[in-house]
């Protein structure tokens, strides 16, 4: 997979607003923040997105979602928050890296844009 901002991220070449780290996961404040807290939880491993995680990857998958919760409980989203996971073009992804957002602290509407 080619390298995107996220890769520089995670090298430490463009600074975050860091909310949680560990050896698997980074987790960082969204640079355009779509709710008052909207936070991105990604792989240090470079999978471009969800279609392209295999089975090698299940257990990973998982603790980045354990980590989602984490992340959701550590800034203090007690009444609930979205979790959403852009894949591919008409998912509206645009950095290819896989990544779940938290967005939080205000009542999300449905359907999504
Ligand atoms: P997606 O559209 O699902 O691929 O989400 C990518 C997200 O990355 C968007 O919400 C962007 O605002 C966010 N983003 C892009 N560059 C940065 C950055 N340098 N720091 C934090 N968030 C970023």
Redesign the pocket.
């Known amino acids: 997979m080619s390298d995107t ?1 996220f890769g520089k ?1 995670i090298r430490g070449e ?1 600074p ?1 607003d860091l909310v949680y780290e560990d050896d698997l996961t980074l987790a ?5 923040p ?1 709710a008052p807290i ?1 936070i ?1 939880v990604i792989p240090k491993k470079p999978i471009s997105k969800l279609d392209e995680a295999t089975i090698e990857d299940q257990a990973l998958l998982g603790h980045l979602l354990l980590s989602v919760k984490k992340v959701a409980q550590q800034v203090g989203l007690s009444n609930g928050y979205r979790v ?1 996971c ?1 894949n591919g073009v008409d998912g ?4 290819d890296h896989l ?1 779940f ?1 938290i967005l939080g602290d205000r009542l999300m509407s449905w359907p999504p844009g």
């Open positions: 901002i991220i463009i975050v960082f404040k969204d640079i355009n779509q909207h991105l959403v852009n509206g992804q645009t950095v990544h957002h």
